[in-house]
């Protein structure tokens, strides 16, 4: 542990993750079996003041990310998972058929559309006032605005 004193506060830091025998410390002596981390004593972080660069808005964070915000659910049991699993299938299963229904009312809305088209361009076909060209030498004397307007029946 390194014990730091900076702006009136002390600081407390845990060097090199390890274990330490505070008895082998007294005596002298180097404890070399003791090397495993200790999850009790920060890490890098101080335990009291400021954050280590020294900046105060910086907050200390124990976990870090994503490892913070995860929460642990009971487990469910087998059968409260087979009924999830059979609501799931059957709101799949409406689904897929109101989507069906909408796209088959879209298709039928459409032909009547095209057919309603067809019916009127048939009537105004009907309706026109046509004069037949019998005589093929006229259609070579025309110009090109009036052969555009021939249509061939």
Do not use: C
């Amino acid at each position: 542990l390194i014990l730091i004193r900076a702006r009136g506060l002390f600081f407390i830091f845990n060097a090199g993750h390890r274990k330490e025998n505070p008895m082998a410390e007294q005596s002298g002596e180097k404890d070399t079996n003791s090397t495993a981390l200790d999850p009790s004593l920060p890490s890098y972080r101080p335990t009291a003041g400021l954050s280590i660069s020294g900046r105060k808005w910086k907050r200390v964070q124990n976990k870090h990310g994503r490892a913070s915000s995860v929460i642990t659910k009971p487990s469910k049991t087998w059968e409260e998972k087979m009924k999830q699993k059979e609501l799931l299938k059957i709101t799949k299963e409406r689904d897929r058929a109101l989507k069906e229904a909408r796209k088959k009312r879209r298709d039928e809305v459409v032909q009547k559309r095209e057919e309603k088209k067809k019916r009127t361009e048939e009537n105004e076909k009907r309706n026109q006032v046509v004069q037949v060209i019998s005589n093929s030498r006229k259609i070579k004397k025309m110009s090109r605005k009036q052969l555009r307007n021939i249509e061939k029946r």
